[in-house]
């Protein structure tokens, strides 16, 4: 608004004039009268800083004023005259400037679209002989000042003129204007269908004050008038950028949102249902949901929340990015704000952050788990660990695993799988040869490496022509390696043992290991494609399982750890495999040999192993264990099972042992068995092949592992379990009747039973018995069953009472620790058993007369 005093600068000269364009901005022509805090800025000279700073966060190289008005308004001021153009510019213009290089956008909103042309002083002077503060616009339509000497006021700010024809710039836009307040009644709610009589001026405040019709989407100017959204800026669109109500400049990126208790107030308002046959009053805030459930309307005032008129607004996300931007300008400033005042500049984080929380509230907590992934720099795939371990379960080889790693790649654009490079460095922080340590004193014929992985198992091998072939191929781990690295696989537990006990953390030990080994045959590893090497079709494997880890102090022993499942795969780590057959004893020799001497080089060092972040020292105890009998038998050098030494435990030999089934104790050992080949390699006695045998009770080769004296549970189930089937079948054709039977009737007998089983238990027949097979049918349940094809009852007595003491002996021989899982059976397991051989050597006597199986 041009102040009332510039009516009198027609009488001034040409200094008036001067002193009068100097109040005015040298682009838009606007007076600087117009901004409460009279600001303004130099026309020439350099960048004030804070519009520097923006420059130089856009990288620009601008650094006068002349040079950025004619990159953002196209107009040159470097040859201005004092005398005709102001020299100073308004801090509207100002902003514009700098919003165009903080947000980068090519759009700027000016009132009047294009700068103003300023012209020498005249007898008609735009600035001197009216009380337009501009002077004339680049393309605006000539008015003749002879005919305009009537006109008090600015065209675009008078009121409604009784003769619009003679001013057509005003007449044109009261007409957009009037054309603009018809569209709004089809898409905004007239103050008339508010419920309650308010006063006018409560009314005025919640009404839009270009349409003024109830506020749609209010915008608050500021100035601190209210509007519609779409009223405002098709308002600054069509009439300039400035307060409808006081003519303030407003421009689109002023417009805010009002406070929230406004809001609230205006949601609240109570309005008639506009549908014909619904008396409802509804809050305001939840008239569009009444209105579209209403599915018959007439007439178009049911539909008036509905934007029919015109385009439509489009969704955020099909709007084009410039569009985005603009659309988005207002809330970007507001968070690059608060990322300035509360977290340091960081915009990115609070963006993440907030649609973080919003796929949370909505519980979308896959793409929410993704974006977290993001935000703390995994990636939105898989961890290259968890892709190795899908890889090692599902069994895919490498290329199998390239190959679905790019078709997962190339169908959903995203890498979730990991390439096999980051599996390959996973693998190393998981395989042994990672962690470093040290033994002290140091292993005999041990490197002090500890950064060794899978190495050849043939490399210790001094191959020469007289030696025996092996013909294989065999991988393994060094055995301190492996033991390393099973420990920090256990740091965390070993810790919190630690804990557990009432021990400090920062003990060193030393601590107690129970290892425990097995070794197995692994069964037909032949390969059914492909051209191989020339290798065996068997393989072997030995491995180790970390039982418990202990700890010795004043008080006693403590055990800090003891593994809960020591028979699972998941606690039994692998450190050899071999194409080998397990009865190749050589073979077995030459690979194994130096895991064993490492092992033996183990038993008298301690080692030093940072867990914890503390240096501490551990001691290994290894306890062979994990052998079946066939192994035992092959490592310990002793005779194949068929031999008439029997057992794998003492020296009886089948006839002793059906002969006296009761009074036996473990006698053999690993030291023994050491000194029997020693003999039966040297026989010292020069006796015969029969005598040196028996002097040497079996012992054939040379013992290269020691192992413990065990059973091997599931073995003895499998052969027990054969024996009861046998036992069944007998009973059932009453062999100890008559024992010339055909084998005709004995497969009759078979066929009975399983007959039988197959029907009573669900017990299908099988070629050749197995574990799971012999569980079910050592029960209680099976030989009632059984009982029922039995005829004598004294028979079926027998049978129950065998399986019965079966079933209590069995839990002493399957648990990994007897006295503590079960006790009491363990107390009555000697007069069990002692009452188990009298029921064979009697009434089974027909069974067991001078032959009894080794497991028995």
Request: charged share 25%; net charge positive.
């Amino acid at each position: 608004v041009v102040d009332s005093n510039e009516t009198d600068l027609k009488s001034l000269g040409n200094e008036a004039h001067i002193t009068a364009i100097q109040q005015l901005c040298r682009i838009c022509g606007a007076s600087f009268k117009m901004d409460q805090q009279n600001r303004s800025y130099p026309v020439h000279g350099p960048v004030d800083s804070e519009t520097q700073d923006v420059l130089r966060r856009r990288e620009k190289k601008v650094t006068s004023w002349p040079e950025l008005i004619l990159k953002v308004f196209k107009t040159d001021v470097r040859a201005d005259v004092d005398t005709i153009h102001p020299t100073r510019f308004c801090h509207n213009c100002w902003t514009l400037m700098n919003q165009k290089f903080s947000h980068n956008s090519s759009e700027v909103y000016f009132p009047h679209n294009q700068a103003v042309e300023w012209t020498p002083h005249s007898a008609a002077c735009n600035v001197c002989h009216s009380s337009k503060p501009w002077g004339k616009r680049k393309g605006a339509p000539q008015l003749n000042p002879h005919k305009m000497k009537k006109r008090k006021t600015r065209p675009e700010f008078v009121k409604k003129s009784k003769t619009p024809s003679s001013h057509p710039i005003q007449w044109k836009s009261n007409k957009a204007l009037n054309q603009m307040k018809d569209s709004c009644k089809k898409i905004h709610l007239d103050t008339n269908l508010l419920v309650v009589d308010y006063p006018s001026d409560f009314v005025k405040s919640v009404s839009c004050q270009v349409c003024e019709h109830i506020l749609s989407d209010p915008v608050q100017t500021s100035c601190k008038h209210l509007f519609c959204r779409i009223c405002i800026l098709k308002y600054i669109k069509l009439m300039g950028s400035y307060c409808p109500s006081c003519k303030y400049p407003c421009f689109p990126t002023d417009l805010t949102a009002p406070v929230k208790s406004y809001l609230s107030v205006l949601n609240a308002l109570l309005l008639k249902c506009t549908v014909s046959g619904c008396d409802e009053e509804v809050p305001l805030g939840k008239y569009s949901h009444h209105i579209s459930k209403h599915k018959e309307t007439k007439g178009k005032e049911a539909y008036a929340h509905i934007n029919k008129g015109g385009r439509p607004r489009q969704h955020l996300l099909t709007l084009t990015r410039r569009a985005q931007k603009h659309r988005l300008r207002e809330l970007k400033m507001q968070v690059k704000a608060f990322a300035d005042k509360e977290e340091e500049g960081d915009v990115k984080s609070v963006c993440l952050t907030l649609f973080l929380l919003a796929l949370r509230a909505r519980n979308e907590h896959r793409q929410a788990d993704e974006l977290e992934a993001i935000m703390e720099g995994r990636g939105a795939g898989l961890h290259p660990a968890v892709c190795l371990a899908i890889r090692v379960n599902t069994f895919l080889s490498c290329s199998q695993y390239h190959k679905m790693y790019r078709t997962v790649k190339a169908t959903t654009g995203r890498q979730i799988f990991q390439p096999l490079h980051a599996l390959r460095n996973a693998e190393k922080a998981l395989l042994p040869g990672y962690h470093t340590f040290e033994w002290r004193p140091p292993l005999k014929n041990v490197s002090t490496r500890t950064d060794v992985g899978i190495i050849d198992g043939l490399s210790g091998l001094n191959r020469s022509v007289d030696e025996y072939p092996v013909d294989t191929i065999s991988k393994r781990f060094r055995y301190d390696v492996a033991l390393v690295s099973a420990l920090k696989d256990m740091e965390e537990d070993i810790i919190e043992g630690l804990k557990a006990q009432d021990l400090d953390d920062y003990m060193s030990g030393p601590f107690t290991v129970v290892v425990k080994e097995s070794c197995d045959g692994m069964g037909d590893v032949s390969e059914k494609h492909g051209s191989g090497p020339a290798v065996p079709e068997k393989a072997v494997r030995f491995s180790f399982t970390v039982m418990n880890i202990s700890f010795s102090n004043n008080k006693g022993p403590a055990r800090i750890f003891e593994e809960s499942k020591p028979n699972s795969e998941l606690c039994c780590k692998p450190l050899c495999l071999m194409l080998a057959d397990e009865s190749d004893h050589e073979t077995l020799t030459a690979i194994l040999s130096p895991l064993i001497a490492e092992r033996e080089a183990m038993k008298t060092a301690e080692l030093l192993l940072e867990i914890g972040g503390i240096l501490r020292t551990f001691r290994f105890v290894f306890r062979g264990t994990g052998y079946d009998e066939k192994l035992v038998r092959e490592v310990e050098g002793l005779e194949a099972s068929g031999s008439i030494y029997i057992c794998t435990l003492c020296d009886a030999t089948r006839l002793e042992a059906s002969q006296n089934l009761v009074n036996h104790s473990i006698t053999r050992s690993h030291g023994e068995n050491l000194q029997r080949y020693e003999m039966w390699r040297s026989n010292p006695h020069h006796e015969s092949v029969d005598e040196l045998r028996d002097r040497v009770k079996g012992v054939s080769a040379k013992p290269f592992i020691e192992t413990l004296p065990s059973i091997d549970a599931l073995h003895c189930d499998i052969g027990n379990a054969a024996e009861f089937y046998r036992i069944f079948q007998l009973e059932i054709g009453e062999f100890y009747k008559n024992s010339n039977v055909t084998k005709e009737e004995k497969k009759r007998w078979q066929a009975t039973l399983d007959k039988h089983l197959r029907k009573r238990m669900n017990l299908k027949p099988i070629m050749r018995m197995n574990g799971n097979f012999a569980r079910k049918l050592m029960s209680k349940e099976t030989v009632e069953a059984v009982c029922e094809l039995v005829p004598c009852e004294e028979r079926q007595a027998a049978l129950i009472e065998l399986m019965d003491l079966y079933i209590k002996m069995k839990p002493v021989w399957r648990s990994s620790c007897p006295a503590k899982e079960c006790p009491e059976l363990l107390c009555q397991y000697s007069f069990h058993s002692q009452r188990f051989a009298e029921l064979l050597s009697t009434k089974f006597k027909y069974r067991y007369e001078g032959k009894i199986t080794n497991y028995f």
